[in-house]
C-alpha cells in the first residue's frame, strides 16, 4: 500500500529519517508541518474531504471531484489550489492527483511550555 504520513517531526527526527535514507532505507512518502495549527490551516473539514473523495482514485478532474463531495466547482478549485501549494495534490493532465492508497497522521502533543 502507497501511504504518505502527515506529521509534525521534531528536528531529531527529520534528522533521523535524513540519516536512515542516507544508509539506503526506504523512509516512504512524509509531509511534514512546522506546527499542528499550521496542518490544521491547510488540512481543513472540506480538503480532508478532498482527500478522501481522491485516495487511491488516479487522476481526477475537479469538476468530478466537485460532484464527488457534493460542493460547488468553485469552492473545490479554491481547496484544490491550496492542496497544491501545500505539495499534497499532484497537478495531472486532466485534473489533479493525490498519488496514495493511504493516509496516516503522526504528531504527539505535549503539554504546553
Avoid: C
Wanted: charged share 25%; hydrophobic share 50%; glycine share 8%.
Amino acid at each position: 500500500m502507497n501511504t504518505v504520513t502527515l506529521g509534525l517531526p521534531s528536528a531529531e527526527a527529520t534528522t533521523q529519517r535524513m540519516a536512515a535514507a542516507f544508509r539506503g532505507e526506504v523512509q516512504g512518502a512524509h509531509l511534514s508541518f512546522a506546527s499542528a495549527e499550521l496542518l490544521w490551516k491547510v488540512l481543513t473539514a472540506k480538503r480532508w474531504e478532498i482527500l478522501r473523495a481522491m485516495t487511491g482514485e488516479g487522476e481526477i478532474a475537479i469538476r468530478e471531484i466537485a460532484r464527488r463531495v457534493g460542493r460547488d466547482v468553485k469552492a473545490v478549485h479554491g481547496d484544490v489550489q491550496a492542496l497544491l501549494t501545500a505539495g499534497i495534490l499532484d497537478r495531472a493532465d486532466r485534473g489533479v492527483i493525490f498519488p496514495y492508497d493511504a493516509i496516516h497522521v503522526d504528531f504527539t502533543l505535549t503539554k504546553a511550555a
